[in-house]
């Protein structure tokens, strides 16, 4: 009866096991490794797709069906030696599919080995994880490339560039990088529309692949800057020129031609880079040249460009260094009642204490932070100190009250989500009125969106701030524009007011911006007035306003003040 109960124990004992193998979603295997002999259950066979049929028992059944690649890691992982019994063991590898391609899979068992230490016996299951490595590697396709174009993002670009780099050096294999920026491409998406001018950037895209090899990348950078890297390649330029017959022809978008140009940069591995950075750094230095010498055109990148570039890759350390370390300083010059010389404003004008080279102009770095995004932390801390300073004045010389201070605004900070809140934080936190606050930004501003800068300008003229164009006639701006604005103050350029004794239509050009101005009802401040003459002369055509050398110089925060401690005793405040 014990007998007869053992054999019933044992066969419902197989029929569960063979019941959990058919439904097991794994297949399972037992190896006999002694007897060479291999079970392979139903789910097993259904995953190499022989699900049906015998695939009989011997090893080769899995083994054979093994990539290529993967066969000697995983006979290695199965097999390893001086593993105690009961060890575990776990591969992942990729098996041919009946059906054709390749399935990826798990294998997962435990090893009981001899007393020497061989393997006996394995077993284990076998999973199915090839949905698991399609969304993985999906999810690495899309982490390494432009979702809307479908090229290599900067990420993977500069990875393949640090790869060419090293294998330049070690094989002497040449290389060049192409930096691409296609030319105004606003004036596109303002026309045809921003779903439009993504199909013409995707179009590009398919276009630059066309003009390199297999071999070669092209990638896009961030909004219409695109970089190529070509192997083995004697004359770079011949890429580019390729690039320059291929925009010739116009694209579809939103049923209209358009036609876009591109400047590009080289930069050469002969000049022996040594990390990615550097190439694209110099690359992208010649393609402003090239927009500099007249747009849709290629330089390549030279000796003398390479040392300016590192020049520059240095002023930019020092110059973060100086707006995070208190370097910078702000001047400010008188705004006057040409007339009378009577005081009515000081434009806040940026200078950098530099610890070597002294005092240096905005000119040597406002174009460099503009450059790097630093114009942003640069501007911020000129609007600050410029309202910190201002109210300070307006404490100590009550007759400061009607002052009012300028300070400019690049386009980038003029377009920043956070701008307005920005400004009024910084008017609260000094006690500076908002009503003797004049910002200046450039027609320049005003053409990149012009109705995005509409919604800022209402918003600054509710909180009563007042807005001036800068350098006005220098510009691209419509006078469609301007009588919609709500702007305050037109600024005559300096280069006007220097030149308009030589050039007699330059006189005539001041004369109509006073007179729109006056139409307009907005205030006329002519810049860089250096002479009498010049004064007498924007006076008698009606501009009331100047500042320049013949008023005086930008003045160091100490000398504007004894100019408003002056102005006080000769008031009787």
């Known amino acids: 009866r014990r007998r007869l109960r053992a054999e019933h124990d044992l066969a419902a004992s197989a029929r569960r ?11 399972l295997w037992d190896w006999d490794v002694a007897a060479g002999t291999v079970y392979y259950s139903p789910r097993w066979k259904e995953i190499v797709g022989c699900a049906g049929t015998d695939v009989g028992s011997a090893p080769a059944e899995w083994l054979g069906r093994i990539h290529p690649d993967d066969r000697a890691r995983v006979e290695a992982e199965l097999f390893r030696a001086g593993e105690p019994s009961g060890s575990l063991l776990e591969v992942e590898h990729r098996v041919a599919h009946r059906g ?5 899979v798990v294998a997962r068992g435990v090893r009981v080995a001899d007393a020497a230490g061989a393997v006996t016996r394995m077993a284990g299951s076998m999973s199915d994880v090839s949905e698991r490595k399609r969304f993985e590697e999906q999810l690495l396709h899309d982490a390494m490339h432009d979702s809307l174009t479908g090229l290599a993002n900067r990420g993977l670009f500069m990875d393949r ?5 090293a294998h330049a050096r070690r094989r002497g294999h040449p290389f060049a990088v192409i930096f691409l920026d296609l030319d105004r491409f606003k004036v596109v998406n303002d026309r045809v529309g921003h779903l439009a001018a993504d199909g013409v950037l995707v179009a590009l895209a398919r276009r630059l692949e066309g003009c390199v090899r297999a071999g070669d990348s092209v990638a896009r950078l961030g909004g219409d800057e695109f970089a190529l890297l070509v192997h083995d390649v004697e004359d770079p330029a011949v890429v580019a020129r390729r690039i320059l017959h291929e925009l010739r022809a116009p694209f579809e978008a939103a049923g209209q031609q358009v036609v876009v140009s591109a400047s590009m940069g080289i930069a050469v591995s002969s000049t022996g880079f040594t990390r990615p950075e550097d190439a694209l750094r110099d690359a992208d230095a ?5 927009k500099g010498r007249g747009r849709a055109r290629f330089e390549i990148a030279d ?8 020049r520059q890759l240095a002023l930019e350390s020092q110059l973060r260094e100086a707006v995070e370390g208190g370097e910078l300083r702000l001047h400010f010059q008188p705004v006057v009642v040409m007339e009378t010389r009577e005081l009515v404003g000081f ?3 940026v200078r950098w204490q530099h610890p070597v080279d002294g005092l240096r102009p905005p000119d040597d770095f406002i174009p460099l932070a503009e450059q790097t995004g630093l114009i942003m932390s640069v501007g911020r801390w000129a609007l600050r100190e410029g309202c910190r300073q201002m109210q300070e004045w307006r404490v100590a010389y009550p007759s400061a009250a009607g002052v009012w201070l300028s300070v400019n605004l690049s386009s980038r900070q003029f377009l920043h989500p956070q701008l307005v809140h920005e400004i009024m934080a910084a008017l609260a936190d000094t006690g500076f009125p908002p009503g003797r606050l004049r910002l200046e930004i450039t027609e320049s501003v005003i053409m990149d969106d012009a109705a995005a800068v509409g919604l800022v300008l209402q918003r600054l ?7 001036a164009i800068d350098d006005f006639g220098t510009g691209y701006s419509s006078l469609s524009y301007l009588h919609r604005l709500p702007l305050d103050t037109l600024k005559i350029d300096r280069s006007f007011v220097r030149e308009m004794h030589t050039d007699p239509t330059l006189e005539a050009v001041i004369q109509t911006v006073i007179s729109l101005s006056g139409n307009l009802r907005l205030d006329t401040v002519a810049e860089g007035v250096e002479t009498h003459e010049e004064a007498a002369a924007l006076q008698r055509m009606g501009c009331r306003i100047g500042q320049g050398f013949l008023f005086s110089e930008p003045l160091e925060p100490a000398a504007a003040a004894r100019l408003l401690a002056g102005r006080e005793q000769r008031t009787g405040a």
């Open 100 to 104: 054709g391609g390749w399935r990826w």
């Open 347 to 349: 434009e806040a004008l």
């Open 286 to 290: 010649a393609m402003y040249r090239a």
């Open 17 to 27: 096991y063979a019941l959990a193998a058919h439904g097991a979603h794994d297949g």
């Open 303 to 310: 000796a003398e460009l390479h040392e300016r570039s590192l």
């Open 461 to 467: 003229r509710d909180e009563g701030i007042g807005v």
């Open 161 to 165: 560039l640090e790869r060419a780099i």
